[in-house]
């Protein structure tokens, strides 16, 4: 009996998929080894996705809190200059 399993995720997506047949190891077709580069490919991408949301939430945070402080050093100025 044929049984396809997929490497560890932790292997780049240049490994090959192998096919375990009793005691022998062989290599899948290539339309196995490039569904394991997409699908290694698609986890980094929404790996990205998510630190560019993340990164993006942080910019607004800061770009908020340079605004209020720009208008606090403002605010002291001109009651500094009365």
Request: contains cysteine; positive net charge.
């Given at each position: ?8 995720k ?38 990205k ?34």
């Amino acid at each position: 009996m044929w049984e396809c399993r997929l490497l560890p995720k932790k292997i780049e997506a240049r490994a090959a998929v192998a096919i375990f047949f009793k005691n022998e190891t062989r290599v899948c077709d290539a339309d196995g080894v490039a569904l394991a580069a997409i699908q290694g490919l698609n986890q980094k991408v929404d790996e990205k996705e998510t630190r560019l949301q993340a990164q993006a939430e942080e910019i607004s945070e800061l770009k908020a809190r340079l605004q209020r402080l720009e208008q606090l050093l403002e605010t002291k100025n001109a009651k500094r200059k009365k």
